[in-house]
């Protein structure tokens, strides 16, 4: 948690330097000396409150923590968002080895040629435009994984680098009359990674733990269904290939035809639904997080002074 050594010294230090200000100013009659010390006073009353809710917050936060969390997860929201991620990247990795499966007996299909006195033809030429469209939509997928473990590294590593570095500087540093907005600044961007943005996120991916999982399922199931009929992990087994021609002699045009556009159909339904929640939610929760961040920094840097707070009663 917080370095409360380091947080308790900056407000004593505060509390030290105002009283001494003010002291002075009574001592000196400088009314605008006194005035600063009551001031930082007042900030140093300010910060303890700050460091209060903070803590507050973050424990209560923490006390719903799942199982699902990774290593260095400080709340639940940080939990649940490592949960989805981690669910996320395992129906990527099952829709990429149907997908390449798919491809190799694509390709297999594809190279068969039938010879005859006066000819010969490939009737299956044309899978090919299939294979390479599910090799584009593979590369989808990686990419979505790409981006899911940069995710999963930024919300690990950052959450605990803001509870553990941010949050703390950005107390003493406000604690300081001449770095109060600086301080301020590395306490709202440490709020945002902890807490604003995996709060959002998760937020967004309460859809995607219920009916966005069990979409893709569906659909695994579907490309799983293609998958075990055609495709052999060794097309020269003799028994297997026998197999494969009587499947391809006793079906229609349509029946493979079909199965092609089911399979392809169901893998572009999982990339949607994995780009709207592990993309766009992203881009969106991140925009939320700055606005978020700026409004703190705005709050938490501007001087809460007695005149003011006379001029509010």
């Not at 929201?77 to 694509?106: D, E, P, R, V």
């Not at 300081?176 to 961007?189: D, E, H, M, P, V």
């Not at 990674?193 to 893709?216: C, N, R």
């Not at 939320?288 to 501007?302: E, P, Y």
Request: charged share 10%.
């Amino acid at each position: 948690m917080l370095d409360a050594a380091l947080i308790e010294l900056a407000m004593l230090t505060t509390i030290l330097l105002g009283g001494i200000l003010m002291g002075m100013g009574i001592a000196f009659r400088i009314k605008k000396l006194e005035l600063a010390g009551r001031e930082e006073i007042v900030q140093a009353v300010m910060t303890g409150i700050i460091v209060g809710a903070f803590v507050v917050f973050a424990a209560e936060a923490g006390a719903a923590s799942g199982e699902c969390g990774l290593p260095g997860g400080n709340t639940a929201f940080i939990n649940s968002y490592s949960c989805s991620l981690g669910n996320a990247s395992a129906f990527i990795g099952q829709a990429n080895m149907l997908t390449l499966k798919a491809s190799h007996a694509l390709g297999y299909f594809s190279s068969i040629v039938l010879e005859f006195t006066s000819t010969r033809i490939q009737p299956f030429q044309s899978l090919k435009n299939s294979a390479e469209l599910l090799g584009t939509e593979n590369a989808a997928l990686a990419a979505i994984n790409i981006s899911i473990f940069v995710q999963s590294i930024i919300v690990q590593q950052g959450g605990r680098l803001a509870l553990e570095a941010l949050v703390p500087l950005g107390l003493v540093f406000r604690s300081i009359f001449l770095t109060r907005k600086f301080g301020a600044a590395l306490i709202a961007i440490g709020i945002g990674i902890f807490l604003i943005y995996p709060l959002v996120q998760s937020a967004f991916l309460a859809g995607f733990t219920g009916q966005g999982q069990q979409s893709i399922a569906e659909k695994l199931i579907v490309m799983d269904g293609f998958v075990q009929k055609y495709y052999s992990p060794n097309y020269i087994d003799i028994n297997r290939e026998a197999y494969l021609l009587g499947e391809i002699e006793a079906m229609s045009v349509d029946d493979f035809v079909g199965g092609i556009y089911q399979f392809t159909k169901s893998l572009g339904e999982i990339i949607a639904v994995l780009f709207v929640y592990f993309l766009l939610a992203p881009a969106v929760s991140a925009a939320a997080t700055v606005a978020g961040i700026r409004g703190l920094a705005s709050s938490l840097g501007s001087e809460l002074t007695i005149t003011w707070m006379g001029t509010v009663v």
